[in-house]
């Protein structure tokens, strides 16, 4: 099959270096601490996260960090198969862990010492992507709990199809049985945090597509930076909810420059909304 034309358009007329639409909300579960819905495509995801509060399980208690936990599912909805998986499936518990670790390297676990995270991660709709899009919502919704952080996570997948690097594949081209590369990286910081490859590529080939999907994680960081601009505007005045999405990227993380949030009122935010730890 081809998945790429002559003229350099793929199946959904896409560029090959070209992503899909990407779409964010904040707060779309009142009732946890933080919560977001993102999109690419027609990948649609929603994340919640409760924390930090009490462990509850004490033995599972780490006394000098945050206890990280992630539970993945896909909605029975979610693809045309509506055939039910069974809870904690292979996939779902290999799913899970990722995402967890990859959280685990941007939350600065060690100012929340004796507390537990939970982030959950629902597949709404899936097209392809589903991997970066639950990373990409897991993040945002971790902004929006203001969990102290070194850097937003961002997360885009590549792969190599008729002889052509794809950028964000769909699930057609996803199970085409090509190489396909999933990155995960903290942009401000510059570091990868993230890296999985399904199949074998030539170290030249490997490294054009990587390169691809870093570049798509960078896209998807600028989108998140014009998707705050959007929701509180230039002129929002430091106010108590712009804070709350983005100290967590401030004074904690020595980046408060970035956001153009003064150190003092970061400090006073975080005095105002930390929690004695027993």
């Known amino acids: 099959m081809e998945y790429v034309s002559p003229e350099g358009l793929r199946l959904d007329g896409r560029r090959s270096m070209e992503m899909r639409q990407l779409r964010a909300q ?18 649609k995801v929603i994340a919640a996260v409760y924390g930090p509060r009490e462990v509850q399980n004490r033995n599972q208690q780490i006394s000098d960090q945050a206890l990280v936990r992630c539970e993945y599912s896909m909605a029975n909805f979610s693809t045309g198969d509506r055939m039910r998986k069974p809870k904690g499936d292979r996939r779902s518990t290999e799913i899970s862990l990722v995402i967890r670790q990859t959280m685990e390297a941007c939350i600065l ?56 690097p794809l950028l964000d594949l769909n699930y057609v081209e996803d ?5 396909d590369i999933t990155v995960g990286i903290l942009p401000k910081l510059d570091k990868v945090t993230l890296l999985q490859m399904d199949a074998k590529l030539p170290v030249d080939i490997f490294e054009n597509v990587m390169q691809l999907a870093i570049e798509g994680c960078k896209a998807i960081a600028n989108y998140i930076g014009e998707f705050k601009e959007n929701i509180y505007g230039s002129d929002h005045k430091y106010n108590d909810s712009y804070i709350r999405f983005f100290f967590s990227l401030a004074g904690v993380a020595g980046e408060y420059q970035a956001t153009g949030i003064p150190k003092r009122l970061i400090v006073y935010y975080w005095l105002k909304n930390s929690k004695p730890h027993a």
């Open 109 to 164: 676990t060690h100012l929340m010492p004796r507390s537990q995270i939970d982030i959950y991660v629902q597949v709404l709709q899936a097209d392809g992507g589903t991997r970066s899009a639950c990373i990409n919502a897991a993040t945002l919704a971790l902004a929006d709990a203001g969990i102290p952080m070194r850097d937003l996570v961002t997360s885009c997948s590549a792969g190599y199809l008729n002889s052509t």
């Open 26 to 43: 904040i707060g779309a579960v009142a009732k946890a601490d933080g919560s977001a819905v993102f999109e690419m495509g027609n990948t």
């Open 175 to 179: 199970s085409a049985g090509g190489a």
